[in-house]
């Protein structure tokens, strides 16, 4: 089975803009969640979506949001960037049922300058 | 509140030896325990879970130990090889609150040759 893609891997964006990140599960997953990693905070919980709904967020402004296709493919989007988002962002997929395991994407990379 | 803590931010073992990381955590409802490894702007790999209702688990060279009542866990990786070097990360999964992993901070394994 293909792993976890996620597009772009590497971004650069300006102050101020919005970007969008896309990330395509492992066939057969219905759950996808988002992280964000920096230096200082660690790995951190966005949110999860299953089955095209969200099931749980993370303590991030409302800046951050996501959605979930039918196919489980998901897009995160961060709107009016600040200097604070720059991060290596990343997607993890599961059946999302049980005690399933989740496995990462190789992450974008998100610079705001 | 930080609920999954690795206290050692980096280890050296020589090649062949043990390596042991340690992670503690502070919520006794988490359901069950994962070890991830990470290389520098790579998602972070799946390596080993453990349930909570279990005290060990083994898979190859790794082996995951929970001690549920001083709240700790550990990973044993026998022998050591210097492809181990990466960032280890535990993290806990409390199943009522969906697929939301805590991570710890991680712990940067040397392996020397």
């Known amino acids: 089975k293909a792993g976890v893609t996620q597009t772009p891997r590497y971004l650069i964006k300006t102050r101020g803009q919005q970007v969008t990140l896309s990330c395509s599960p492992i066939?057969?997953?219905?759950?996808v969640s988002w992280y964000q990693q920096t230096p200082g905070q660690g790995l951190q919980f966005l949110f999860e979506y299953f089955s095209e709904t969200q099931r749980n967020k993370g303590n991030f402004p409302g800046r951050f949001s996501g959605r979930q296709f039918s196919n489980s493919r998901s897009e995160m989007n961060v709107s009016t960037l600040e200097l604070g988002d720059s991060a290596l962002y990343l997607c993890?997929?599961?059946?999302?049922?049980?005690?399933?395991?989740?496995?990462f994407g190789p992450g974008t990379r998100l610079t705001v300058l | 509140d930080q609920q999954v803590k690795q206290n050692s931010p980096s280890l050296s073992v020589q090649e062949g030896r043990i390596s042991i990381l340690n992670c503690d955590y502070t919520n006794s409802m988490f359901d069950y325990f994962l070890w991830y490894k990470k290389y520098p702007a790579e998602g972070p790999t799946f390596l080993i879970s453990?349930?909570?209702?279990?005290d060990k688990n083994e898979d190859g060279r790794f082996t995951v130990f929970l001690n549920k009542s001083a709240k700790h866990l550990s990973l044993h990786i026998v022998p050591s090889q210097p492809g181990d070097s990466a960032v280890y990360f535990c993290a806990a999964v409390r199943l009522d609150s969906s697929y939301k992993l805590i991570f710890g901070s991680g712990t940067r394994l040397l392996v020397r040759p």
């Open positions: 453990i349930s909570s209702i279990k």
């Open positions: 066939s057969g997953h219905r759950s």
């Open positions: 993890a997929s599961s059946p999302g049922t049980g005690r399933s395991t989740q496995y």
